[in-house]
Each structure stands twice: as C-alpha cells, then as structure tokens.
C-alpha cells in the first residue's frame, strides 16, 4: 500500500505531468481560458488516461510480452487511446452538449496527447503492475487537472489585470506556466 502511495504522490505532484515532464502542453495552453472548460478536459482526461493505463498495461502483460512483439507498444497504444477518447467524445456529446461544445478541437487531440501516452509507455518502462499502471496513471491524470485548473484560474484572475503589451497573449502565459513549473520543482525532494 505504501508503495501504491509512494506511485500517487510521485505521479501527481512531484513529477508532474505538465510542469515537469513537459508533456499535455498543447492540451494544457489550449484550454486553460475558462476553469469550467479546463476543469472538464481534466476530468476527460482522468478518465481516459485511468482507463487506458489499465487496458494498455493488460495487453502489454498478457498479449504483447508473451508473444515477443512488444515493439508493437507503440501502435497498440494509441489504437487503444483513439478507442477510449471515441467513447468520452461519444458520451460528452450525447449527455453534456454544453461541454462538448466548449472543449472543442481539443477533446479529439486527447488521442494524441503525449501525456497519455506517456503514462502507457513509462508504466512498461518502471515495470509497474497492473494495480501499479493503474495508480499511476490515474494519479498522473490528477496531476493533469490540478495543473489545467491552477492555469485556469490565473489565467481568468490575467483578464482584469493590466499586463504590459510586451507581455500578452501567449507571452504571459507562457511565463506563468514557467512559474508554475519552478513551484512545482519545489516537491522534487518530498520522494
């Protein structure tokens, strides 16, 4: 238990996704304007990454390893991942329109967001086990909304603020994000 602790709080905080590993940018600078929005491409992601990491670490330990075509990984992956964003775009569509509509382009680019395919490749890289995969991914996934909606957040609280035109748009946000990823290097020594 204390190891699946130990795999939680890595994923989730200390090695965050987003601000120290880099991965999900584009996902995490697309929708991070409105809390609302960014709280539910959170949740799309939790779901999908938490799913994916048990079904890819499933296959990888029972059809892929023994049979030797774990080069293989790679492709199995993303089918798997394209497979699971189909259902929760499929979902949000047919039971939150509004959501579906204020994710946008964005929702389909889960498939190729590299942090969920990171979590499927690094669990197979730290021979982790499935319950292991599982924790991890669901944790990176956490670390992913926490990130989003902080972003979120200061990016609604940037609008009434009287940035200097060097600084906006992108440029602001940008340094934000760097900010963020410097507070968040402050956990590295936590395991």
Not at 6 to 11: F, V
Not at 109 to 132: F, K, M, P, Q, R
Request: with cysteine; hydrophobic share 60%; charged share 10%.
């Amino acid at each position: 238990m204390t190891n699946l602790l130990i795999i939680a709080i890595g994923a989730g905080i200390v090695n965050n996704v987003v601000l120290s590993q880099f991965l999900g940018i584009c996902a995490f600078l697309g929708v991070s304007k409105k809390v609302e929005t960014a709280a539910g491409m959170g949740g799309a992601v939790i779901f999908v990454t938490t799913l994916a990491a048990f079904v890819t670490s499933l296959i990888y330990k029972f059809i892929l390893a023994p049979l030797e075509i774990a080069y293989l990984q790679t492709i199995v992956f993303i089918v798997v991942i394209a497979a699971l964003v189909q259902f929760v775009e499929m979902f949000l569509k047919k039971f939150m329109y509004s959501l579906y509509e204020a994710l946008g382009v964005f929702l389909p680019l889960i498939t190729t967001n590299c942090a969920v395919l990171g979590v499927a490749l690094n669990s197979v890289t730290y021979g982790y086990s499935i319950l292991e995969t599982t924790v991890y991914g669901f944790a990176t996934a956490v670390g992913f909304f926490i990130a989003i909606v902080i972003m979120a957040g200061l990016r609604e609280k940037m609008e009434y603020n009287d940035v200097p035109k060097a600084f906006q748009g992108s440029a602001i946000v940008l340094v934000t994000a760097g900010l963020m990823s410097i507070a968040f290097f402050g956990f590295s020594g936590v395991i």
